[in-house]
C-alpha cells in the first residue's frame, strides 16, 4: 500500500478522485456520450478541482497548480454550467484528463 504519511504521495482518496476524473475526462474525448455523461463528468471534475484546489493553497506554501484548480472549478460548474462548442470542449477535456491523470499518477508533484 501507499504510505500515506510521506510528502512524496498524496493520500489514495486524492489519486483516486484525481484518477477518476482523468478517466472521465478521456472517455468523453474519444466517444460520443448521452447528456447524462456530461453531467458526471462536470460533478466529479468540479470535486476533483475542489480538491486540487484545497491540496495547492495552504497558508505555510501555495502552488501554481491551484490557479489550474480554479479554472477547471469555474469551467466545470455543475451549478452555473459554461456553454461551449464539442470542439472546444473535447480540447478542455483532453487537457483535463491528461492533468488529472499526471495528478492521479503522481507525476505532478503540487507540494514542491
Not at 489519486?15 to 472517455?27: D, G
Not at 476533483?48 to 491540496?55: D, G, K, N, T, Y
Not at 469555474?74 to 480540447?91: G, M, Q
Amino acid at each position: 500500500m501507499w504510505n500515506t504519511t510521506s510528502k512524496a504521495h498524496p493520500a489514495w482518496w486524492r489519486r483516486l478522485v484525481w484518477s477518476t476524473a482523468s478517466m472521465v475526462c478521456f472517455l468523453a474525448v474519444f466517444f460520443r456520450m448521452p447528456y447524462e455523461y456530461y453531467t458526471f463528468l462536470r460533478i466529479l471534475v468540479f470535486v476533483a478541482s475542489i480538491v486540487l484546489v484545497m491540496r495547492c493553497y495552504r497558508p505555510q506554501k501555495q502552488s501554481g497548480w491551484g490557479v489550474y484548480g480554479v479554472t477547471s472549478l469555474i469551467l466545470f460548474n455543475p451549478i452555473i454550467p459554461v456553454h461551449l462548442s464539442r470542439d472546444i470542449w473535447v480540447r478542455i477535456d483532453l487537457v483535463a484528463g491528461i492533468i488529472f491523470g499526471a495528478l492521479g499518477l503522481n507525476a505532478i508533484k503540487i507540494d514542491e
